[in-house]
């Protein structure tokens, strides 16, 4: 077995970026989504006849140390023409309209590795209510949920998996490592900081033994940044 390594991004780290946020609530000029809506959601993504057997979820962040339900049944994956990235402006949840945050979506290009998470056939219709309840508030979402291809253990295998639409509203479009980290060095709401959504997900990708380069240097920046604005403010000094 592999020796763990050792993140830089700690929970010492994180915790200077915590603050205690009240929750603003929806943007000006977004509309919330109704229960008509996340039912037409549901309706459109169960349409295929073998989403009544049972389906995959494909889990590449916070699904996988948060999920939406107790996970009885996962397994590896990869997920090709799609990558991780810091591509969702937020200003709610881990960010603020002052602050705004940035959180992770699948993006076009490349590959992901991640893991699948099974919803029996008598669930999915409870189950996939739930989690376009957890991962949407407001339409048009930029983050959409659509049926991919997974490969895992040798075999091609359909999934749901939220991934960006470009043209969504919240689409941050690309960002250099550092400025991403910059942001998520400050950014906090009452879901908590973007340093931590970071941590856990790096952490928790590791401790499945997968080794993500782009986040493990990205939280290496973000300790980095941390670290700078902390000794920034030591240089300060005190006013009289």
Known sequence: ????????????????????????????????????????????????????????????????????????????????????????????????PECPGLMMGLDRGGSCRGVLQWIPGPLVRQRAGELVRRELSVKPPTNHPRWVTVESGGELLPAIAFAIDRKGPAY??????????????????????????????????EALEIHDPYLWRLQGLVAQAIEATASAERAVPPTR
């Open 1 to 96: 077995m592999p020796t763990p390594r050792t993140m830089a991004l700690t929970s010492a780290l994180v915790a200077r970026v915590h603050r205690d946020v009240a929750d603003p609530g929806h943007s000006v000029g977004l509309e919330r989504l109704a229960e008509e809506d996340y039912e037409a959601l549901v309706d459109d993504l169960l349409r295929p006849a073998h989403a009544r057997d049972g389906v995959w979820v494909f889990a590449y962040g916070s699904l996988i140390w948060k999920p939406v339900w107790p996970v009885e049944t996962q397994r590896p994956a990869r997920l090709r023409g799609w990558h991780r990235a810091f591509c969702l402006r937020i200003v709610r949840f881990r960010g603020t």
């Open 172 to 205: 941050a479009g690309a960002h250099s490592p550092e400025e991403i980290a910059g942001i998520l060095a400050r950014a906090c709401g009452h879901w908590g900081s973007g340093a931590e959504y970071l941590q856990q997900t790096v952490a928790h990708l």
